[in-house]
């Protein structure tokens, strides 16, 4: 079964950085916007099956994200 969940991206003098908000503690970093989103799936789904190991279930997205134009 297929989860998505909002990852906030930063961007950092030199690297990028993100977290997942429904998944306290799921953090990544990459030198590129491509790379940090590679790592961040691949901690996102490390997490999920850290969580099914120790039958935990997996939350639910609470968290939205939007863009907000002024």
């Not at 969580?51 to 939007?66: C, G, I, M, N, Y």
């Amino acid at each position: 079964m297929s989860q998505s969940f909002a990852v906030v991206i930063e961007e950092a003098a030199g690297n990028f950085s993100a977290h997942v908000p429904d998944l306290p503690g799921c953090v990544a970093t990459g030198s590129t916007r491509e790379q940090v989103l590679e790592r961040i799936r691949d901690a996102i789904a490390f997490h999920l099956e850290g969580l099914e190991q120790d039958a935990q279930p997996a939350p639910a997205q609470r968290t939205s994200v939007a863009t907000v134009m002024v």
